[in-house]
């Protein structure tokens, strides 16, 4: 009988196969089950390494026998396979979890309802150009699991979900990044408070030599913070300049207040919108808890290039600017979106609704929106929202549609903002695949 460690990892997607990797690099006997199909890249990875799989469906007798389980954060707590599980008393965590599990390196984490992979990706660009040897992993790009398993980096910087968060146990990052929490995922949370709850988690095991940095005018997580034991180090970044505000904004400087000191313009920035503003500002102090310097900083903040599907300038034809914002699956990430325009906009819109309120948008909609493209399978909610602000709403029922419809309606000087406020599991695979699908479809015009 084996001696090994039986490690049974439920979701067979880059999370999961990372987690397998990783198992089998540390001698535990793996096992991958996952309901659905199992994609023929991540299918070919488990069989190159002879890692046991099953797809379509979960076989119970081969799980509840396992010594740990690794989740998927996508399979909810309430699942029929978890009941099983904890029936038996096995121990269930993530993916990020067991990384963590197997390295001493720093961990910078970045959560948050908004900003996370643009605010991951800006603090990696920047302590690459600061020549620190960074991995840059979680949610955006490979796991963590895949990145410990094939690298041994001095710092890791990860996007972390909620739903990542809460499978953890001892993960415990070094540098935590709050960048905001807004109404979402409440068909999975049931409350606002839960969410919060689960946002706080990355400051869960934090000591006091850690530090935690965080919008300080949120009101949802300044109000948390009053009730909460966070033991790590307190650093805010906000527009307004005040004692709680390592950073903020004075006179159209970045100002980094402790030191009264302006660090540059905000003009200067590569990326635009004023949320790219915040994204930034928490980058910087992230860096100056690393004692970066600022001439570091400042290149940085000023040759970042947008990361994918999230404000990405996709193409101009005939004077028509094409924006792919995909990644945009709330009403609060499209607010953003939508407010940093300075075109008329034609807004590609919809999906599965996640209880959007639609209100938040209405003023921006009615300053800057010309025309709605409605790309979902059920835009009700939407034609009830806006049909008295815009009079030209159009049903659509594919990304090559919605494009085509869209620059019928545009003219020269006018941008195509595709900015959802709802998740893509209606007619896409995923985000990516719907921003994908609309950049193509904007390439054959």
Sequence with gaps: MSSKKRLVILGAAESGVGAAMLGIKKDFDVFVSDTGPIADRFRNQLTANQI??????????KITNADLIVKSPGIPPTAQV??????????VISEI??????????????????????????IYHILKKADLNVGLAGNIG????????????????????????DDIDTFRPY???LLNITPDHIDRYGSMENYVNSKFRIA????????????????????????????????????????????????????????NQALMSIFDLAIRGKHNLYNGMAATVAAKILDIKNEVIRQSLSDFQ??????????VVHGVEFINDSKATNINSTWYALESMDKPVVWIVGGIDKGNDYSMLNELVKQKVKAIICLGTDNRKIHKAFKNIVSDITDVASAEEAVQVAYSKGKKGDVV??????ASFDLFKSYEDRGWQFKNAVKAL
Excluded at 54 to 61: D, F, K, L, Q
């Design 175 to 177: 540098i935590a990044v």
């Design 52 to 61: 046991e799989f099953e797809e379509g469906g979960h076989s119970i007798s």
């Design 417 to 422: 903002l595709l900015s959802p406020a709802c």
């Design 97 to 122: 979890e067991f990384a963590f599990r197997f390295t001493d390196s720093k961990i910078i984490g970045i959560t948050g309802t908004n900003g996370k992979t643009t605010t991951t990706a800006l």
């Design 142 to 165: 490979k796991s963590f699991a895949r990145v410990v398993a094939e690298n041994k980096n001095d710092y890791y910087v990860l996007e972390l979900s909620s739903f990542q968060l």
């Design 306 to 315: 947008s990361v994918e599907h999230r404000l990405e300038k996709v193409n």
């Design 204 to 259: 869960k095991n934090q000591q006091a030599t850690d530090h935690f940095i965080y919008w300080s005018e949120d009101k949802n997580i300044t109000g948390k913070l009053k009730t909460s034991q966070i033991r790590s180090q307190l650093h805010g970044f906000s527009q307004c300049c005040n004692p709680d505000s390592e950073i903020c904004i004075e006179n159209n400087q970045i100002i980094l207040n402790n030191k």
């Design 82 to 91: 978890i009941t099983e599980v904890l029936r038996v008393n096995i121990p």
